[in-house]
């Protein structure tokens, strides 16, 4: 017996498998997830979204599953400036922000133009720059656990790599 595929609300799916929905458009568009509309709201097929995010997700692993990560819990909420961070832990200022625009490190609060952000995020990502530092080197994976080389690559170059020559 065949079984029809399930279908979510995109922004469903992109909050379930933990996607960010414009990136998740972006697959539709491209034609690298099936997709339909019912009702005026876009579907997309919940297992091809599934098997999407393992592998952007680093098979569903978080960098709040890493003992790097855990080791830091006293810091967790703990509000530092970027200017502090910068100073305390080595990282650039631009560095920062842009972890921060990915989403690697939250911000806890913001007094006026100044913003704080979690300790233990900085801390995290201080420990794991340290370890993989250099111009133009990627650090983190999409879903903030460290890159590995190999092991991360784009999807787009593993989709290329993956294809037969004729």
Same mark, same amino acid.
Request: aromatic share 8%.
């Given at each position: 017996?065949?079984?029809?595929?399930?279908?979510?609300?995109?922004?469903?799916?992109?909050?379930?498998?933990?996607?960010?929905?414009?990136?998740?458009?972006?697959?539709?568009?491209?034609?690298?997830?099936?997709?339909?509309?019912?009702?005026?709201?876009?579907?997309?097929?919940?297992?091809?979204?599934?098997?999407?995010?393992?592998?952007?997700?680093? $098979?569903?692993?978080?960098?709040?599953?890493?003992?790097?990560?855990?080791?830091?819990?006293?810091?967790?909420?703990?509000?530092?400036?970027?200017?502090?961070?910068?100073?305390?832990?080595?990282?650039?200022?631009?560095?920062?922000?842009?972890?921060?625009?990915?989403?690697?490190?939250?911000?806890?609060?913001?007094?006026?133009?100044?913003?704080?952000?979690?300790?233990?995020?900085?801390?995290?990502?201080?420990?794991?720059?340290?370890?993989?530092?250099?111009?133009?080197?990627?650090?983190?994976?999409?879903?903030?656990?460290?890159?590995?080389?190999?092991?991360?690559?784009?999807?787009?170059?593993?989709?290329?790599? $993956?294809?037969?020559?004729?």
């Amino acid at each position: 017996m065949f079984t029809l595929p399930t279908f979510l609300p995109l922004s469903e799916a992109a909050r379930k498998y933990g996607l960010d929905e414009a990136h998740l458009r972006q697959l539709v568009e491209k034609g690298k997830i099936r997709a339909g509309v019912v009702a005026g709201e876009m579907v997309v097929s919940e297992e091809e979204v599934k098997e999407r995010a393992e592998r952007e997700n680093g $098979n569903g692993k978080k960098k709040e599953d890493l003992p790097e990560y855990s080791a830091l819990k006293h810091l967790e909420n703990i509000p530092i400036s970027i200017s502090e961070a910068e100073g305390k832990y080595g990282v650039p200022n631009p560095t920062i922000v842009r972890w921060i625009q990915k989403g690697y490190i939250r911000v806890i609060r913001t007094e006026g133009r100044k913003k704080l952000i979690n300790e233990r995020d900085i801390a995290y990502c201080a420990k794991i720059y340290e370890k993989n530092k250099g111009q133009g080197r990627w650090v983190f994976s999409r879903n903030g656990t460290p890159y590995v080389r190999g092991k991360s690559l784009s999807l787009r170059s593993r989709e290329l790599s $993956n294809r037969k020559v004729i």
